[in-house]
């Protein structure tokens, strides 16, 4: 379970019969998470500040089935020049994980553009 609470992006981990497991955990400044789960591993895509440039796109491993560690890094998926404007989606196939988002085309243009980013799960650490 994803949520954001003010400016953090707060999770809670569920049971199978959607009982808490744990308090609620802080994974960091953001807004606007977006979770998707394969084979026992959660994604998290949030927008938030990274490389000292506002609103980007960042994906975070939660956890695994086995009881991983939650991640501490954040990868930022997209390019740093203009922010992003619009709540993301994620998804996983395979070894993949795709996040969809709207960004402005340049910093100099407003009108959007979508954007569908993959990466290797195995770079999301």
């Known amino acids: 379970l994803t949520w954001a609470e003010g400016e ?3 999770t809670l981990g569920l049971t199978k019969d959607a009982i ?4 609620p955990h802080v994974v960091g400044k953001g807004k606007w998470p977006a979770a998707a789960a394969a084979g026992g591993t959660v994604y998290l895509a949030s927008v938030g500040d990274a490389d000292g440039k506002p609103e980007q796109m960042l994906v975070t491993k939660l956890a695994t089935a086995a ?7 954040a990868v ?3 390019d ?3 922010g992003v404007k619009d709540p993301p989606s994620v998804g996983v196939v395979g070894d993949r994980v795709a996040v969809f988002y709207t960004e402005a085309m340049s910093t100099t243009m407003s009108t ?3 954007i569908l980013r993959t990466i290797a799960a195995s770079c999301v650490k």
């Open 8 to 10: 953090n992006v707060v």
């Open 20 to 23: 808490p497991d744990g308090a």
């Open 67 to 73: 009881g991983g560690a939650l991640s501490t890094t």
């Open 76 to 78: 930022r998926v997209s």
């Open 80 to 82: 740093g020049v203009t």
């Open 112 to 114: 959007k553009r979508a």
